[in-house]
């Protein structure tokens, strides 16, 4: 019999109340969360290789970085296509490390890795993650540090795919209250401006059916830090964050392969909007020493 961690990495298994989480140690992935039995996200085996970005922890950007390619403190700097069919940099550098466990109780886990200096990112960062399972829910708390000698650009969320109830995206109320919503071409995702949502196909405010609507929009001019999905029984899942992130990515996971297809709506809290290291908007700039923490909590509706 081998010895081998699961493809996925170590596996730590939270249990609080009716609540339990399972935790994979690659990419700090939130693997499983249910409340009582009914899943909250949308789950994957721990002997698999994760799909579509399920519950990793997406550090130092979130989101594209367009064309690979951004410029900081007057420095042009490129790097890996890690999206080949729209030519981008997806989600940062650190979705298939393998995070060290820390600390670890029934309730908790602190995992930590490194963001090395490498090309197109000369930076060094340490990154902790803590997970939390309490009455209130899973509340996941991202803590960035440079730990070099030059400032470093950054930018934080995570990739929890949510599961309003039985059935589809399609079948499922989202509310979410934005003020306004980032434009962005169908073809490569490129942002391309603000606009407003009152009245509009992404006006969320009040709660509405997806229906067939495609998402993978950033949403921000936010009134409440919050997102709810919900099934037509009213239970469903919350996630809750702080004015640390004032965006907020939704995606409605239109997939070709039809396992995956619109089966779990994705929900990121982030700390910039997509490409911000090209724009500077809400970027994050990490003088050395210095430290960065964003965290939302995950609940049952």
Known sequence: MSDAPPISGTRIALRSGEYAADIASIG???RTLTSGGRDLVVPFAADEVRPLFRGVVLVPWPNRVVDGRYAFDGVEQRLALTEPDRGHALHGLACWTDYRVIERSEQSVLL??????????????????????????????????????????YGASGHPYLVGGPGRVDDWTLQVDA????EVDPERLIPHGLRAVAGGEFDFAAGRRIGDLFIDHAFTGLREHRARVVAADGRG??????????????????????????????????????????????????????????AWTIAAV
């Not at 803590?130 to 030059?150: F, H, K, P, R, V």
């Not at 919350?238 to 089966?263: L, N, S």
């Open 28 to 30: 700090a992935s939130l």
């Open 112 to 153: 930590q890795a490194e963001v090395v200096a490498q090309a197109g990112y000369p930076h060094r960062l340490r990154v902790e993650v803590a997970y939390t399972l309490g009455e209130d829910g899973l509340t996941t708390a991202i803590t960035a540090t440079n730990t070099g000698a030059t400032r470093a650009p």
């Open 179 to 182: 003020a306004q919503v980032l």
């Open 237 to 294: 899942v919350e996630v809750r964050w702080d004015a640390v992130a004032p965006w907020v990515q939704v995606h409605t996971g239109d997939r070709p392969e039809p396992e995956h297809h619109r089966v779990g709506l994705a929900v990121e809290p982030m700390t910039c909007p997509p490409d911000a290291f090209s724009s500077g908007t809400d970027l994050v700039v990490l003088e050395p020493g210095a430290a960065h923490t964003v």
